[in-house]
């Protein structure tokens, strides 16, 4: 077994031996397992160092050149290059960096938008939408009139027809999209003509494809949803925080949402490491990766539906993998728990129009960002969908789990896990 101890921390040990032996215990999970969880990924090395540095310790209230605090000359400097990277990595004309996270900068989009009641439509939650886009448990689907558009019952695409036709009836101020469970291109160009007709903002959340767009392996919203929002993390492998990207005149309004209207202070070191991660996928090695994302995902897609296994809407072209259980007839839960036992993570997931309950759903979701940052490839990703086969289709034998666990930990002892 490959030690994956991280760097000694002798002030941590000694401060804390309880939380410095759990992130020994963490980063062991992380090197002995194979982690298909599709919003996870490793951080950059270079970020991790950067989002534990002594910027921590320092409060800036406001922007760049206007802050409430003095002491601001190099954060200033910092954040200024967050900006302009992303600027000009995305091809955008505004960028704010400042948000805690995804769901915090989708916040801030109906903040300088919206009123509360006023009307919104996204992507529904068991269609493959996230949360934020208006879901009914959400502060969004609780202040604002969420209307949801969905995806067709026979290929899983979502609906344009629909988004046209609610767009047309319900007028609404904001106009997601953006996913969290599907694994299809979005048709920017067609949302974007619904969002002018209907005087919509059209908003673009790809929290789960940053990278992808960064690297070139997936079409990009710029010059099409006039706002932009993301995480900084997963595909992107930056640091755990959120970024809206926005044309010129929505510059204004975005900042005021955030700061004053949401937040205080922005975490300055999750800033950093959102500046280096911008530096690092503007390299040709970063598109090498993010095309090698692409390839895995469909690999595994392609391997599991050969092996019987469901998957929506017949395949991939992101990041992402969607599975269907039904015709296993294994529940997602109790496959998700079986792999991780075998030592693969991932995470149960309801399908579209799912008869099972988002607790115990039909569906497992399935990420390929983390196993291509650790050098994997398209023969990998093949082998873990067979793992995948042979644990679902055997999901109560003790004796395939653990023959499974033995040959994925022989596998992740020859590629050590990043940021050690």
């Known amino acids: 077994m490959t030690d ?44 991790l160092e950067t989002a534990g540095s002594v910027l921590n310790n320092k409060y800036s209230e406001g922007y760049a050149g206007k802050r409430y605090y003095e002491g601001q000359q190099q954060v200033d400097q910092v954040e200024r290059l967050a900006m302009e990277r992303l600027k000009s990595l995305f091809g955008v004309e505004h960028a704010n960096v400042q948000p805690y996270s995804g769901s915090p900068a989708n916040l801030a989009v109906y903040f300088a938008f919206c009123k509360p009641g006023d009307t919104v439509m996204g992507l529904g939650l068991p269609a493959g939408g996230h949360l934020t886009h208006g879901w009914k448990v959400s502060i969004t689907g609780a202040y604002f009139n969420a209307v949801q558009y969905g995806v067709r019952k026979d290929d899983h695409r979502i609906d344009m027809d629909e988004v046209a036709t609610l767009a047309r009836e319900h007028k609404p101020k904001l106009l997601w999209c953006g996913t969290t469970a599907y694994s299809r291109v979005i048709d920017y160009d067609r949302f974007a003509e619904i969002a002018n007709e209907v005087s919509a903002v059209l908003v673009a959340d790809i929290s789960h494809i940053s990278g992808l767009v960064a690297g ?28 809206i990207l926005c044309d010129a005149v929505h510059a204004k309004a975005i900042d005021r949402a955030v700061f004053p209207g949401l937040q205080g202070g922005p975490h300055n070191a999750t800033t950093a490491g959102i500046a280096v991660a911008a530096k690092l996928a503007g390299t040709p090695d970063f598109r090498a990766y993010a095309a090698q994302v692409v390839d895995n995902a469909r690999a595994m897609a392609e391997q599991l539906m050969a092996r019987g296994i469901g998957v929506v ?9 969607l599975c269907d259980l039904t015709p296993k007839g294994v529940p ?35 990420g390929s960002p983390a196993i291509t940052s650790r050098g ?12 995948i086969a042979d644990v679902i289709e055997s999901v109560d034998d003790d004796g395939v789990v653990e023959r499974v666990r033995n040959e994925v930990l022989a596998l992740c002892n020859q590629f050590p896990a990043p940021g050690r």
């Open 313 to 321: 809407t017949g395949g991939t072209d992101t990041h992402l993998v």
């Open 4 to 47: 994956a101890r991280p760097a000694p921390m002798p002030l941590l040990e000694n401060a804390d031996p309880e939380i410095h032996a759990l992130l020994g215990q963490e980063a062991q999970r992380q090197q002995d397992k194979i982690r298909l969880i599709a919003s996870e990924n490793y951080a950059w090395p270079a970020v």
């Open 376 to 387: 994997m490839g398209v023969d990998e990703a093949k082998q873990v969908a067979n793992w």
């Open 216 to 243: 070139g392996a997936h079409p990009s919203p710029a010059g099409k949803a006039p706002v932009i929002t993301s995480t900084t993390h997963k595909t992107f492998r930056g640091p755990r925080g959120g970024m």
């Open 332 to 366: 997602g839960k109790v496959a998700a728990q079986a792999l991780d036992r075998a030592g693969i993570v991932s995470n149960y997931n309801s399908v579209p129009f799912d008869t099972r309950k988002p607790f115990d759903p039909s569906g497992l979701r399935l």
